[in-house]
């Protein structure tokens, strides 16, 4: 007995040592996005403030901005249709962020081949915010430039004219591709998003709609395989927020292309950070944001070291760990991070920043961020939890 109670006297001071403390900023005012970020209800009434929520996740990778203006078909002879304007064409030599709802996806049967090394998952994204739709008119015009668009005859039309209140937006569409690693398709397309169409976004479980809301982010260019037309080809990062259920989820996933058109664009590792608010009301308990890790391939610790990180990052080493918050009016609460499984590389990360507590909302609300450096896939779910009394 006095050797249980010297160990219970001992570990007290362990544990208090071992929890992280978070600083916390009171706030007169949150984004009535973050108050009400927890409610699947509150997005489905209102498609814009879904695209609005989507769009307050960054992402971010150290090959954001690159040299290289153009790649081609690595095939017999591509070097040669490569001079006939064969190839795709960066805009402005950047990666770009882009938000929109998916009007047509392109999926393979199950017993598709890849051509070549082609096995593209497409999806149509169409701008419905004004940043977005610049986006999307910037790169038609761009297309209008180019020799091989077949476009001067529409000039004055949709989409290469501003777009209007009237006007139709499906005209306004960018392209989003990407060749996903041959051994992750049937798990992708059953856990993560559609590859095959028996499983399409009305069919899929974390869509459950055909037209859903979906952030991208990859190379800004023109396919002049085709007409020029303007794409984000390869997509990288991909992430939506997942109102399948009652309470709001957020998918996330960074994919290598590995059809080997994109030898400079898209070489591995793949590396980056994504940065998810998410918010708990006060008048709850057992704060915990639960990232059920799905599947991932391959951390590269080199690639990691260019992140630079700033602030404090934890790795998934353990499957918990709980972070105490510096305000009197919080002494009772913590937020618990944890995850289906622990992860033993050093090359995923995540740190909790810009917390701040809005009294008059109620609402404790911040950043999880997720940086990580991948040779072929990851993808993740990521939960919100708590209890109300």
């Known amino acids: 007995m006095k050797h249980l109670f010297l160990f219970i006297c ?9 929890q992280e403390v978070l600083t916390v900023e009171v706030v007169d005012e949150v984004n009535p996005l973050v108050q009400n970020l927890n ?11 879904n695209h609005l929520a989507v769009d307050l996740v960054d ?73 977005y739709m610049d986006l999307a008119y910037n790169a038609y015009q761009e297309q209008l430039s180019m020799k ?18 009237s006007s139709d937006l499906t005209k306004y569409r960018l392209h989003c591709e990407i060749t996903p690693v041959v051994d992750f398709r049937s798990q992708l397309n059953s856990m993560f998003y559609p590859v095959h169409r028996n499983n399409d976004l009305s069919k899929h479980p974390n869509f459950l709609n055909p037209h859903p809301v979906i952030g991208m982010y990859g190379v800004y260019v023109l396919d002049c395989n085709h007409t020029c037309h303007p794409e984000i080809h390869p997509y990288e990062w ?22 080997n058109r994109f030898k ?9 950070e994504i940065s998810l608010p998410f918010s ?20 590269n610790p080199e690639g990691f070291k260019t992140l630079n990180l700033d602030g404090d990052y934890y790795d998934f080493s353990v499957t918990e760990r709980r972070f105490t918050l510096n305000n009197e009016q919080l002494s009772d609460q913590s937020i618990a991070v944890s995850s289906n499984v622990a992860i033993p590389y050093k090359s ?36 919100t939890n708590y209890e109300l009394p």
Do not use: C
């Open 10 to 18: 001992l570990s007290i001071p362990w544990i208090a040592f071992n």
């Open 148 to 165: 091989k668009a077949k476009k001067k005859n529409q000039a004055g039309a949709e989409p290469f004219i501003y777009p209007s209140d």
């Open 39 to 49: 409610s699947s209800a509150y997005f489905l009434a209102d498609k814009e403030k």
């Open 280 to 299: 708990f009301p006060i008048d709850s308990e057992n704060w915990e944001l639960y990232i059920d890790h799905q599947m991932f391939g391959n951390f």
């Open 264 to 272: 400079h664009w898209s070489a591995a590792p793949r590396t980056g």
């Open 238 to 259: 991909i992430w939506w927020l997942n109102l399948t259920e009652e309470k709001t989820s957020w998918n996330i996933g960074l994919m290598r292309d590995i059809s």
């Open 59 to 131: 992402v971010y990778t150290p090959d954001s901005t690159f040299t290289r203006k153009f790649e081609r078909h690595r095939v017999i002879g591509g070097g040669f249709i490569r001079l006939l304007g064969y190839r795709w064409k960066s805009i402005d030599q950047t990666r770009k962020k882009f938000v929109g709802w998916v009007n047509k996806h392109y999926l393979h049967s199950e017993e598709d081949k890849a051509q070549f090394t082609e096995y593209d998952i497409n999806y149509d994204l169409i701008p419905a915010l004004d940043k």
């Open 348 to 383: 995923i990360q995540y740190s909790l920043q810009n917390l701040v507590f809005d009294p008059s909302a109620g609402i404790v609300s911040g950043v999880l961020k997720l940086a990580m450096s991948i040779n072929e896939v990851y993808t993740a779910e990521i939960f």
